[in-house]
């Protein structure tokens, strides 16, 4: 039934739902030059459903057909906003908007220090602007990237489920995605470039300056920048703050641009910014950017909703060092300001995730009811030279598009919550990867992948030995005499508490090869390396993951008990191959001990990078040899020797009687919980 399943959740994109909404279409223009005014927000004010225009002004809104009652209304930077009900609109519409005009009133800031009191003001307004408890919100996100001759390359698109935390905190919301596609638009790059650079859905929260409180508005960085009022413009008919800014001379800014703030609210509502050129010597500057970069420009905008001002639009555009441009279009396309509850952890999307669709043909329809972002020039006419050949394989090669879907297979099956390596209970075979290319369901190959898995822990070992008293001797070689020697007392414990290290390969998202490593660190030596193999189940594969993880390992432990302190007036002696020279000596008594080791470890995956675990193992002893450890003291470079019972040279008493027998019975369990970094 999975395997059904999965096939009829590929399918099913591929239709057209029936859903009730109503579409306008039209174009914005200047009033005064009669030229199109491009990236113009036009929406209705419920739950701030909107669009923008494209660079040609032209527009294409859809919206669900209970809002028929509601007012249309276009807005943009330094524009009278337009409104009309929506019910009074034909389409195609053509929407004439009137230039306000930028002004320097005689009653301005002047001093700069003034200047900054309106960032500052504005900043300690951000919790009255802003929306102080989590936002559910759905967006459009566009990423293209272009050669050095800016021809396009590919775009990827998505509607996305997004979930933005409180801008009374730092910490990044999550996104998922509703529909994506991948479309190849000149197929010129080697397929795994094209298929594994698509991670531009963070977007909305990146790119928010205002929740990650840039640098330019950071009261700390003031004395880095330069503030100027370059004037006074228009939004949404309440008047707006245009203030400048750029690196202080000896300061130490990054950036350059401008910020607008309405000047009643003291809300930011827009601001245009890049890095400097040597702001861009910083390789990881995220959440802005993470690499080398010739350039970076960006421009982020807010709409107001109600009483609050919500993150509506950004654009981020980079130039890379061969001379081609990439960039990331987020669009908010609704807003649910009642209730918000976090993307279901199946559905979210990581940072590096890519989209999965990929396709030959660019299909006018594929979005559907919803809204997105128009096409810029170079990318409406990259899809129209595409739309023009005549055939699809005389522009995509076919071994090229089976490249580029062989290089996805893994990423699908795991975006699908399908574990790799499973078989279809009905027929016994292993799972095929479905996959959808220009219309037609195929099914693919699996991947054969390799994580690095560390796990860090801590624990106890039930490991119980009793009270005694026991004597160390260390003989000469040639003659029963005692080189070093001590008596003391060893008192009883139940268990010993350990802090462990294990480095996993797993492969295929199945099975494993396990390095461990366990240490305790209390007056006994405790030295455990163990080896084996393991299998991964994910109990939950359609929830947040829960992996069962049985294992067997062969295990190795040093483990002794320190007896006391031996006086060294001997002087340099041989023990275990190692000249021990120090005036004190601590004498230990124990055992080396091989196991097989079988275990159960259960975990929860608290994030795609990190999982919490307990793990419980039994220890099966198959061989045990008695050794007296030696560990010198009181020198900077200090010598460890440990030597067999089996030689001639060692006395060991308990109770003033001959001894060699266990400090403890090793058939025991041992429990630990920690973390996984993955």
Request: charged share 25%; no cysteine.
């Amino acid at each position: 039934m999975r395997l059904t399943s999965t096939i009829f959740l590929l399918v099913a994109t591929l239709s057209l739902h029936a859903q009730h909404f109503l579409t306008i279409t039209g174009t914005i223009v200047d009033q005064k030059t009669g030229q199109p005014v491009g990236y113009a927000h036009v929406g209705i004010p419920e739950n701030g459903i909107g669009t923008i225009s494209g660079f040609d002004g032209e527009f294409i809104l859809k919206i669900p057909d209970y809002y028929r009652n509601s007012t249309l209304t276009v807005s943009f930077i330094g524009y009278q906003t337009y409104r009309k009900p929506v019910g009074q609109i034909e389409s195609p519409v053509r929407i004439l908007l009137k230039q306000v005009a930028t002004s320097l009133p005689e009653v301005v800031v002047r001093d700069e220090s003034g200047i900054e009191d309106i960032i500052r003001r504005a900043v300690a307004n951000i919790p009255k602007n802003y929306p102080t408890r989590s936002t559910s919100m759905t967006g459009f996100y566009r990423e293209s990237k272009t050669d050095a001759k800016q021809e396009y390359q590919y775009l990827a698109e998505g509607v996305l489920d997004i979930y933005k935390t409180s801008y009374n905190n730092k910490k990044e919301g999550q996104t998922g995605l509703i529909q994506g596609r991948q479309v190849v638009l000149n197929p010129t790059d080697s397929p795994e470039e094209v298929a594994s650079i698509s991670s531009g859905h963070l977007s909305p929260h990146r790119f928010d300056f205002v929740k990650h409180r840039e640098e330019f508005i950071d009261e700390a960085n003031f004395d880095d920048y330069q503030y100027w009022i370059e004037g006074i413009t228009s939004y949404d008919d309440k008047p707006v703050y245009i203030i400048g800014f750029d690196r202080a001379e000896g300061g130490s800014g990054r950036m350059t641009g401008k910020v607008y703030i309405d000047t009643l609210s003291y809300a930011f509502i827009r601001a245009e910014f890049e890095i400097r050129p040597e702001g861009l010597k910083k390789i990881n500057d995220y959440p802005l950017y993470v690499g080398s970069w010739n350039a970076n420009r960006y421009v982020a905008n807010y709409r107001k909703i109600g009483d609050k001002w919500y993150f509506s639009s950004a654009l981020r555009e980079g130039e890379r060092p061969n001379g081609g441009l990439f960039s990331n279009d987020i669009l908010i396309t609704e807003v649910d300001t009642k209730k918000s509850k976090p993307v279901p952890y199946g559905e979210r999307l990581e940072r590096g995730a890519p989209f999965l669709t990929i396709t030959g043909q660019y299909d006018d329809n594929f979005w559907r009811e919803y809204n997105t972002a128009p096409l810029n020039s170079g990318q409406k006419e990259s899809v129209l030279q595409m739309k023009t050949q005549e055939k699809a394989a005389e522009v995509f090669d076919a071994d090229f598009m089976a490249a580029l879907q062989a290089r996805r297979d893994s990423i699908r099956l795991e975006a699908l919550r399908t574990e790799l390596g499973e078989v279809d209970p009905e027929t016994g075979e292993p799972i095929e990867l479905p996959q959808v290319n220009n219309g037609v369901l195929e099914v693919q190959k699996r991947k054969f992948g390799v994580q690095l898995q560390m796990h860090l822990g801590a624990g106890a070992h039930l490991l119980s030995s009793e009270a005694a008293t026991l004597g160390l001797t260390r003989l000469q070689k040639d003659e029963p005499l005692p080189i070093i020697s001590t008596t003391g007392e060893v008192p009883a414990r139940e268990y010993e508490a350990l802090l462990n290290w294990d480095l996993s390969l797993l492969f295929n998202r199945r099975w494993f090869i396990r390095w461990g490593i366990t240490r305790e660190f209390y007056n006994s030596i405790y030295r455990e390396h163990s080896f084996g193999l393991g299998w991964q189940f994910n109990l939950t594969p359609d929830k947040r993951p829960f992996f069962l993880r049985p294992s067997i390992q062969h295990s190795r432990l040093d483990y002794a008990r320190k007896v006391g302190v031996a006086e060294n007036d001997f002087g340099k002696f041989k023990a275990g191959g190692e000249k021990l020279r120090s005036d004190e000596i601590t004498m230990y008594y124990g055992s080396r001990v091989h196991f097989f080791k079988p275990s159960l470890e259960m975990a929860l995956e608290l994030n795609p990078d990190l999982d919490l675990f307990i793990r419980g193992s039994y220890l099966l002893p198959f061989a045990d040899n008695r050794h007296l450890y030696l560990r010198e003291k009181g020198r900077v470079f200090r010598r460890k020797a440990r030597t067999s019972l089996d030689n001639d040279h060692n006395l060991v008493e308990r109770d003033d009687a001959p001894f060699n027998g266990k400090l403890a019975d090793y058939q025991s369990f041992l429990i630990s919980i920690g973390v996984v970094f993955k």
